[in-house]
């Protein structure tokens, strides 16, 4: 350890980050790659070529994400044709739009809402226009939700959910 190099700790952007990948093979040299992304998503979608040799030294910290991959494995398994994606200001929706891509090719019938600071708002405004019918097939599409958010407003969102449903049973 008193001569060369130990390892290399990158930051840096995907052009050249296959570049150190390669170094860092050939000269058995562990490279920790921390991607970087502009875009407020905390991984972005540089996608190292991994090896299944054993000489591949590199780590990536923030592997690509497969959300997409995940909800459209969701909307598959469970046949859904019509759903709506719920989000917060703590996720980027451009994280998904590989999958609502995809989902639209399909012919699902997709709605995206943004979810506000103040969820009992958000709720009684977008409820507050629609009428009886409207509000009856509209039930059946929040059936199949999928939320895309941080924990703490995911619970917040289900504790409104559920109050508002208990109030409408009792009236």
Not at 61 to 67: A, I, K, N, S, T
Not at 129 to 151: G, H, K, Q
Request: glycine share 4%; with cysteine; proline share 2%.
């Amino acid at each position: 350890m008193g001569q060369g190099i130990l390892a290399l700790v990158s930051s840096i952007g995907c052009a050249s980050a296959g570049s150190l990948q390669s170094l860092a093979d050939a000269m058995h040299i562990p490279h920790l790659f921390i991607q970087r992304s502009t875009a407020r998503t905390p991984r972005s979608s540089c996608g190292l070529q991994r090896s299944n040799r054993i000489d591949d030294y590199t780590l990536s910290v923030r592997p690509q994400v497969y959300l997409n991959d995940v909800i459209l494995r969701v909307v598959t398994e469970y046949a859904w044709q019509k759903f709506i994606v719920f989000y917060d200001n703590n996720y980027d929706i451009r994280g998904i739009q590989e999958f609502l891509d995809r989902v639209s090719q399909q012919g699902m019938d997709v709605a995206l809402q943004k979810v506000e600071n103040n969820i009992n708002k958000m709720i009684t405004g977008l409820f507050a226009a629609m009428r009886i019918e409207e509000l009856n097939r509209y039930r059946d599409t929040l059936r199949r939700a999928i939320l895309v958010m941080s924990p703490a407003t995911a619970k917040a969102f289900i504790t409104e959910v559920r109050f508002i449903q208990m109030w409408r049973l009792i009236l």
